[in-house]
């Protein structure tokens, strides 16, 4: 029954913007840090955004997309957000949401399904 389901992708270009959600459900949202991460054809997955449980309310970004993405979270909707500003061709891949539950006796790393987002002319 834990399950992160992303949205929000699609196909925009260079210099524009897109918000990313992911809706969590399944688990105590606001007890766990969040997660933003993607992956291009070929190459490895990256972290690109983290946010914090809101006890400590704590941000850190990729040196990649500092400045122009914005990782927030809504714990009544126990939702996570990606907005991502003056986008760049090299920004295309899939971008999964993510969170790590230790407690659990299986499938600690939980992961959503992936949006693609496309920045092209």
């Known amino acids: 029954q834990v399950q992160l389901v992303e949205s929000g992708g699609g196909l925009v270009q260079p210099g524009g913007s897109l918000r990313l959600s992911c809706e969590a459900s399944?688990?105590?949202?606001?007890?766990?840090?969040m997660s933003w991460y993607r992956q291009a054809p070929g190459k490895e997955r990256e972290l690109v955004a983290r946010?914090?449980?809101?006890?400590?309310?704590?941000?850190n970004y990729a040196d990649s997309v500092k400045g122009r993405f914005t990782i927030s979270r809504d714990n009544v909707k126990s939702t996570v957000y990606l907005q991502m500003n003056s986008l760049k061709p090299e920004d295309t891949a899939v971008y999964y949401c993510?969170?790590?539950?230790?407690?659990?006796?299986?499938?600690?790393?939980?992961w959503g399904q992936g949006t693609l987002v496309t920045v092209s002319s």
């Open positions: 993510n969170t790590n539950i230790p407690w659990r006796s299986r499938d600690r790393e939980v």
């Open positions: 946010i914090s449980s809101t006890a400590l309310g704590r941000t």
């Open positions: 399944g688990f105590t949202f606001s007890s766990y840090a």
